[in-house]
């Protein structure tokens, strides 16, 4: 049964008393600015908390979500998220987290026709053709949509890191690292998909090849 407006206010409530009890100064700290390690870029499915899945507190995490998880390199409220983080914040990580089961993936796989949001879904889409020579060998629908979440999250990290403001950061000899993850909604977990990238060469390896030779070795077993 989904929570009432009440409810939500009554939660509300129990939030600041928990928070409270924990650390009576919380809400007065966090009130004087943000300081934030990691943005992290997530899909907005209603299943998935960053901070809970991480374990991280308030101010630990400065977040976009949208469906999907996808960074658009025309999307100026991605941009001006991106931006505002990587010089103002200066955040040292840089997080792609999606999520086995997405909906957004599951629908762009199967071709559905869902209005408005297909011109969203076309980018997903887009790496589910460039990279029909992997998928289209898997055995079965949920091993196929698996994959091409993992799939997915490193085509956005690669958008990622050719955007303007990663690349003029890393020309600084500024971080931030580029981090491509899926959290796991079956076991909690989240998967690393890569090694923490840093420069444009490690860009190119991780989102380039890494991909075909890891599948490539896997189907040599």
């Known amino acids: 049964m989904k929570p009432s407006l009440q409810q939500l206010l009554q939660g509300n409530q129990r939030f600041i008393e928990q928070k409270l009890r924990e650390n009576s100064s919380v809400f007065k700290d966090s009130s004087q600015g943000q300081h934030p390690k990691v943005l992290w870029i997530g899909c907005s499915d209603s299943r998935i908390d960053p901070n809970e899945i991480t374990q991280t507190g308030i101010g630990d995490l400065f977040v976009h979500r949208n469906i999907a998880n996808l960074v658009v390199e025309y999307d100026l409220n991605f941009l001006s998220v991106l931006q505002y983080a990587v010089e103002v ?10 999520h086995y089961g997405c909906g957004g993936v599951n629908a762009a ?3 559905d026709q869902l209005g408005l949001i297909d011109n969203w879904l ?4 887009s790496a589910h053709q460039y990279y029909a020579w992997e998928i289209d060998q898997l055995t079965d629908e949920k091993s196929r949509a698996r994959r091409l979440v993992e799939l997915n999250v490193l085509e956005q990290v690669n958008v990622l890191g050719k955007t303007r403001i990663i690349r003029e950061a890393w020309e600084k000899g500024i971080r931030p690292t580029l ?9 909690g977990k989240i998967n690393v998909l890569h090694d923490n990238i840093t420069n444009l060469e490690q860009l190119k390896v991780t989102c380039k090849f890494e991909r075909r030779i890891k599948f490539e070795a896997e189907n040599e077993k």
């Open 89 to 98: 914040l200066k955040v040292e990580d840089v997080i792609v987290c999606g």
């Open 109 to 111: 796989l199967k071709g």
């Open 122 to 125: 076309a980018h997903i889409k």
């Open 179 to 187: 981090n491509g993850w899926v959290y796991d909604i079956e076991t």
